[in-house]
């Protein structure tokens, strides 16, 4: 009986046909300047990440697996970083924060989808910097070009699955009455709190799913990592540790950057008093981090820097020479 009248009172409610993104309205003096500021990150995130992965593309002394799985964490974030802040550019300048029910749930599949992905992703990374360092000997035989291929298109599938998964669940949820989420973009959390239907099955599938995501692929990360300081500071010289802890800090720092926002996140979003937190670290992994990684992985590689200015050297030749051929 209970059941029936909750059924009959949803159906007399006016089902969702679209969402309100709140993003940074309570601020709305500062919303010509967040759209420079995000227009500023946005464009250096694009120009960053795609200078990476044509310099690895045109490079052959690139065609190495660790500047390989740089080049696809850096096409990886060149999607991750168009499925959001185009929008949140958008409404800055139109102050049009309303979603489509279906384009709020495609936002969300590719935001989580691509998530999934680059966790596991940079655990590849951390894998590969193990064997480097740790098994320098079984290098070559372990990481074949084909074993990097597959090894790539394996964090893509499973982003691809366990998303999958999640949004089938998700989407069964029933949306009536309020439709405002407080955030820039489309996250399961506020999804959930919305929802005029139980979202007990719902919560415990994310709930496996997200964990499947994010805890694998993080203790492969610090399990390689512990083994890659017990080997570096088995190295006698001081030199040689200094250069070889530089050699795959950069990527630290992007791991540590991304995984410990994303899980302050998540577990923000639990406490009703600091879910107005949420946004500003949200801001962290899903627009600083992008934009940190051309900075951090080129800086600190000297291989990339020769093969960057050999490659920049190259176009101002290209230009030069089509400029001559066009008088």
Not at 16 to 43: C, D, K, N, S, W
Not at 148 to 155: E, G, N, R, V, Y
Not at 267 to 276: E, P, T, Y
Request: aromatic content about 14%; some cysteine; charged content about 10%.
């Amino acid at each position: 009986m209970k059941y029936s009248m909750n059924k009959e009172e949803k159906d007399n409610q006016t089902m969702v046909a679209e969402f309100i993104l709140l993003g940074f309205r309570t601020l709305p003096h500062l919303q010509i300047i967040f759209f420079v500021i995000f227009l500023i990150i946005y464009m250096v995130t694009m120009a960053g990440n795609i200078l990476i992965v044509v310099v690895i593309i045109v490079n052959h002394s690139l065609h190495k697996p660790m500047f390989f799985f740089l080049g696809n964490l850096s096409f990886l974030e060149t999607c991750y970083t168009s499925t959001i802040l185009p929008r949140i550019l958008a409404s800055f300048v139109t102050d049009y924060h309303r979603i489509s029910f279906n384009g709020c749930f495609l936002q969300f599949y590719f935001f989580a989808f691509l998530a999934a992905a680059e966790s596991y992703l940079l655990s590849i990374m951390s894998y590969d910097w193990y064997i480097a360092i740790c098994k320098p000997v079984h290098y070559i035989t372990i990481m074949k070009k084909r074993s990097c291929i597959q090894l790539s298109l394996l964090s893509w599938m499973i982003g691809l699955m366990a998303v999958a998964v999640t949004i089938f669940f998700t989407s069964q949820l029933t949306f009536c009455g309020a439709n405002k989420i407080d955030n820039f973009f489309c996250d399961y959390a506020p999804l959930l709190i919305l929802s005029c239907s139980p979202i007990e099955q719902t919560e415990m599938a994310v709930l496996v799913l997200g964990s499947a995501c994010t805890l694998p692929p993080l203790l492969l990360t610090m399990t390689s990592y512990i083994f890659i300081i017990r080997t570096i500071l088995g190295i006698p010289s001081i030199i040689g540790r200094s250069k070889v802890f530089s050699t795959c800090s950069s990527h630290l720092i992007v791991v540590t950057i991304f995984y410990g926002t994303l899980i302050i996140v998540y577990l923000l979003s639990k406490d009703s008093k600091l879910r107005s937190l949420n946004k500003v670290f949200s801001v962290f992994y899903i627009i600083l981090t992008p934009m940190i990684n051309p900075f951090i992985y080129p800086l600190r590689n000297g291989q990339f820097k020769k093969a960057l200015g050999k490659t920049i050297s190259k176009l101002s030749l290209l230009r030069i020479s089509l400029g001559i051929q066009s008088r």
